[in-house]
């Protein structure tokens, strides 16, 4: 399994507070500048106070499922309202995009996050179904967006190029 991953902080408790009482994190403190992190599974984040800003981008997010469209929906309207209290620095809109209705945004150190719908399961069935690209040549990437979403997938089974 994927076991951890690491965030900065610029303050830690400040941080703690944000993943407490805005995500619901069950946090413990490990060191004066760390912390873990985590929610609904054993994947754990390790947050460090460096003191120094994340330089994450949108492209190398942290995901957080929730069950439904209406749950994102909740998460985008109570993010907005906590921005100032927060110091939430970006939230962009809700969008259905590669295949999920989420949306993004950067908390107070820099973090980049996506609230996310997933299918069950998250991203597992496009590993079910073998959505592996690894070594097509036949494939025109101007034909795809950001991935291979549901609609790309159906044009290649069509096509008779799908692996299965």
Known sequence: MISHGTLTSLDLQESRRFYEEVFGFEVIQLSPVSLLARKGSDHTYVVVETGQPSSMTIMDHNGIDVASRAEVDRAHAALRQRR????????????????????????????????????????????????????RT??????????????????????GTARS
């Open 138 to 159: 036949d494939i025109d990437p101007d034909l795809m967006e950001h991935v291979a979403d549901d609609q790309f997938f159906a044009r290649l089974r069509a096509t």
């Open 84 to 135: 100032e209290r927060y110091g939430i620095q970006r939230i962009n809109r809700v969008m259905d995009q590669h295949g999920v209705y989420s949306f993004y945004f950067a908390d107070r150190d820099g973090n980049t996050w996506e609230i996310v719908h997933n299918p069950d399961r998250g991203y597992t069935y496009l590993f079910d179904e073998r959505r592996d690209l690894t070594g």
